[in-house]
């Protein structure tokens, strides 16, 4: 860590030409040091340290203790690729990747994303419904038993189910601030974890499966994978990803809570992160 402090090269100068993907802005701190967490580091820090030089971030990771998640604080990520070359850096906003972590509105978004594709397709049969004969059984006098008008009531095998269900919609409402915001503590949870990854491209030689599974190999403490795109799916990557259950690719469009929680590993391109940020800053339409 002395080290660090006597680093004297300046991140805003090493990493301006490395940020061809990130905020087209440089580093709105001009003076302002960096530290690093759980491979991201951060554009704010006491006034006593120097930034973190280009060479010895991109090569390994700098813990900060007592460092507190969820101060909106813009994070410097590495950016790499399949083979972990060093393609530069990337400026993560502070209002996405840097919230603070609350469960219970997680709880809420997923709750509302299974209750609406939920398909709700179930159907029971009314009275009306039911085949069968309309006359009346018997006589509704003189017989000792019970009266019964017609043999397709909910009491007879075969017969009418009483408020049963119906094809209906499940879905529920939630405001569009809350689903937003949902989606940032998603993906800043997975950043203060350290899984999140940041590619250059989702670029694959060929559309072979071992291929894919030599690079997920690669990746430390990953069990399963979340690969996300700005754009449309490269084809061969949709072929080489399809018979992996533990790997999965969405286009950034598609990026959501549940698919974030279902894999512990999020890998995002350049143009996702983009994406995704211009996202989550467009005013919501009432």
């Given at each position: 860590?002395?080290?660090?402090?006597?680093?004297?090269?300046?991140?805003?100068?090493a990493a301006a030409p490395a940020l061809g993907g990130g905020r087209a802005a440089p580093l709105p701190h001009k003076n302002l040091p960096a530290v690093c967490l759980n491979g991201y580091s951060t554009l704010l820090?006491?006034?006593?340290?120097?930034?973190?030089?280009?060479?010895?971030?991109?090569?390994?990771?700098?813990?900060?203790?007592?460092?507190?998640?969820?101060?909106?604080?813009?994070?410097?990520?590495?950016?790499?690729?399949?083979?972990?070359?060093?393609?530069?850096?990337?400026?993560?906003?502070?209002?996405?990747?840097?919230?603070?972590?609350?469960?219970?509105?997680?709880?809420?978004?997923?709750?509302?994303?299974?209750?609406?594709?939920?398909?709700?397709?179930?159907?029971?049969?009314?009275?009306?419904?039911?085949?069968?004969?309309?006359?009346?059984?018997?006589?509704?006098?003189?017989?000792?038993?019970?009266?019964?008008?017609?043999?397709?009531?909910?009491?007879?095998?075969?017969?009418?189910?009483?408020?049963?269900?119906?094809?209906?919609?499940?879905?529920?409402?939630?405001?569009?601030?809350?689903?937003?915001?949902?989606?940032?503590?998603?993906?800043?949870?997975?950043?203060?974890?350290?899984?999140?990854?940041?590619?250059?491209?989702?670029?694959?030689?060929?559309?072979?499966?071992?291929?894919?599974?030599?690079?997920?190999?690669?990746?430390?403490?990953?069990?399963?994978?979340?690969?996300?795109?700005?754009?449309?799916?490269?084809?061969?990557?949709?072929?080489?990803?399809?018979?992996?259950?533990?790997?999965?690719?969405?286009?950034?469009?598609?990026?959501?809570?549940?698919?974030?929680?279902?894999?512990?590993?999020?890998?995002?391109?350049?143009?996702?992160?983009?994406?995704?940020?211009?996202?989550?800053?467009?005013?919501?339409?009432?």
């Open positions: 860590m002395r080290a660090l402090l006597r680093a004297a090269s300046v991140l805003r100068r820090a006491p006034a006593n340290e120097v930034l973190i030089p280009q060479e010895l971030l991109s090569s390994k990771t700098v813990w900060t203790p007592n460092r507190e998640l969820g101060q909106y604080e813009d994070l410097v990520a590495r950016v790499t690729n399949f083979h972990n070359e060093d393609k530069g850096f990337m400026v993560l906003d502070g209002d996405v990747f840097d919230v603070p972590i609350r469960k219970d509105i997680v709880h809420r978004v997923v709750r509302w994303q299974l209750a609406k594709r939920q398909q709700g397709t179930h159907s029971t049969k009314t009275i009306s419904e039911v085949s069968g004969t309309g006359r009346k059984p018997y006589n509704q006098k003189g017989t000792g038993r019970a009266r019964h008008g017609t043999l397709r009531g909910p009491q007879f095998r075969g017969g009418a189910t009483m408020h049963g269900p119906k094809p209906r919609s499940h879905a529920i409402k939630l405001q569009k601030k809350v689903r937003r915001l949902g989606l940032k503590i998603a993906l800043s949870a997975r950043t203060a974890e350290g899984k999140l990854l940041v590619f250059d491209d989702l670029e694959v030689p060929s559309h072979k499966t071992k291929n894919i599974v030599q690079y997920i190999g690669q990746m430390e403490g990953t069990k399963k994978v979340l690969l996300v795109d700005g754009g449309d799916i490269d084809k061969k990557l949709k072929l080489a990803t399809q018979n992996l259950h533990y790997v999965n690719v969405l286009p950034s469009i598609g990026l959501n809570v549940y698919s974030i929680l279902q894999h512990d590993t999020l890998v995002m391109t350049r143009n996702a992160i983009n994406r995704i940020v211009e996202r989550m800053h467009t005013p919501i339409s009432r």
